[in-house]
């Protein structure tokens, strides 16, 4: 890999920084090609991607950045796995790590705060950003559709004992 080589995978991998909600390091030792491709398909299907780079380049692409404090994590054969939405690369990965015991979590980063392995499993269990957007939108309608009944209930009591008097009266 020549220098121009090296600082196109630098800058790829310093942008990969700054704009994921979540990167997580991890170490893939032991694992089968089809294992890795198993973990990108996954993590494409979340809407991340996972990168594996020289830990020297990552640890240069770092400088500066919020997550700059993960570079210690970098150590040994890593793999990278982010994604813009802050929870679904660790819920990937998460779900990865438990099917496939070669592969270890070792933390991450969140923006600019840096998580340990527990870290990681504790952003996994959060829910996602469509799963929040669904339970906002139905929060939002809920009291619509309350008012909606409420509206509709008085007309449907009254028509209701309109009938019963009317019916009184006919027998």
Do not use: W
């Given at each position: 890999?020549?220098?121009?080589?090296?600082?196109?995978?630098?800058?790829?991998?310093?942008?990969?920084?700054?704009?994921?909600?979540?990167?997580?390091?991890?170490?893939?030792?032991?694992?089968?090609?089809?294992?890795?491709?198993?973990?990108?398909?996954?993590?494409?299907?979340?809407?991340?991607?996972?990168?594996?780079?020289?830990?020297?380049?990552?640890?240069?692409?770092?400088?500066?950045?919020?997550?700059e404090s993960i570079g210690n994590l970098l150590t040994g054969m890593t793999v990278l796995s982010y994604s813009e939405d802050p929870v679904a690369a660790a819920k990937v990965v998460?779900?990865?790590?438990?099917?496939?015991?070669?592969?270890?979590?070792?933390?991450?980063?969140?923006?600019?705060?840096?998580?340990?392995?527990?870290?990681?499993?504790?952003?996994?269990?959060?829910?996602?950003?469509?799963?929040?957007?669904?339970?906002?939108?139905?929060?939002?309608?809920?009291?619509?559709?309350?008012?909606?009944?409420?509206?509709?209930?008085?007309?449907?009591?009254?028509?209701?004992?309109?009938?019963?008097?009317?019916?009184?009266?006919?027998?």
């Amino acid at each position: 890999m020549d220098r121009a080589q090296k600082e196109k995978v630098v800058e790829e991998l310093g942008q990969i920084f700054e704009s994921s909600g979540v990167v997580v390091v991890s170490h893939y030792v032991g694992l089968t090609v089809a294992e890795m491709q198993t973990l990108r398909a996954l993590m494409r299907q979340a809407g991340g991607g996972v990168r594996v780079a020289k830990n020297r380049l990552a640890k240069i692409a770092l400088q500066g950045k919020p997550c700059e404090s993960i570079g210690n994590l970098l150590t040994g054969m890593t793999v990278l796995s982010y994604s813009e939405d802050p929870v679904a690369a660790a819920k990937v990965v998460e779900e990865f790590a438990k099917q496939n015991k070669k592969f270890e979590i070792l933390g991450g980063a969140m923006g600019g705060a840096a998580l340990d392995r527990a870290g990681v499993e504790a952003v996994s269990k959060l829910p996602s950003r469509e799963e929040l957007i669904s339970s906002i939108v139905a929060c939002i309608g809920a009291p619509a559709s309350n008012i909606a009944g409420a509206i509709g209930a008085p007309a449907s009591n009254i028509a209701s004992i309109l009938s019963t008097i009317e019916d009184k009266a006919a027998a």
